[in-house]
């Protein structure tokens, strides 16, 4: 006999307490790199591309002048650096340093190792599945 599906209820709930375990996750890493969440957040979006300033503020949901003083004191410890814009001299870009990128990769082999037990309790296709899903989800959120 076929299973039911969760209710919306059932499901969103799973998905926070999902979010949770993650979130605590990639907090303890953050405090043990001495880094705040916004900042993860930064470092991550910079690891596979280079946005302008405003484009970046406005993934994050920060005001301009609080995402330019997180980016400026990135730019003190040396993780990231802002060049003007090629295509348009009044706009910024920001992007990785090399000490940023090597802390990036750190970060995330951290999390990948924090992160494997859990992830690990599945099948292999189990895991195929869940990270098809979940890509699927967040690009319905873009549109």
């Not at 949901?61 to 295509?87: D, Y």
């Not at 348009?88 to 090597?102: C, H, I, K, P, Q």
């Not at 037990?117 to 549109?143: N, V």
Request: hydrophobic share 45%; glycine share 6%; proline share 4%.
């Amino acid at each position: 006999m076929e299973q039911a599906p969760p209710s919306n209820e059932e499901l969103a709930d799973a998905l926070v307490v999902s979010s949770f375990v993650t979130m605590a996750v990639i907090n303890k890493i953050g405090a043990e790199n001495d880094l705040s969440l916004s900042l993860i957040r930064v470092l991550g979006i910079l690891w596979d591309r280079r946005p302008r300033m405003a484009e970046l503020a406005k993934y994050l949901g920060l005001e301009k002048q609080t995402m330019s003083g997180l980016i400026a004191r990135a730019e003190k410890r040396g993780l990231v650096a802002r060049a003007p814009n090629k295509e348009d001299g009044r706009a910024t870009d920001v992007f990785l340093t090399s000490d940023g990128a090597e802390l990036v990769k750190r970060v995330r082999a951290q999390a990948q190792q924090a992160l494997a037990p859990i992830i690990e309790g599945l099948s292999a296709p189990d895991q195929q599945l869940l990270q098809e899903l979940l890509l699927r989800m967040l690009e319905s959120r873009k549109g």
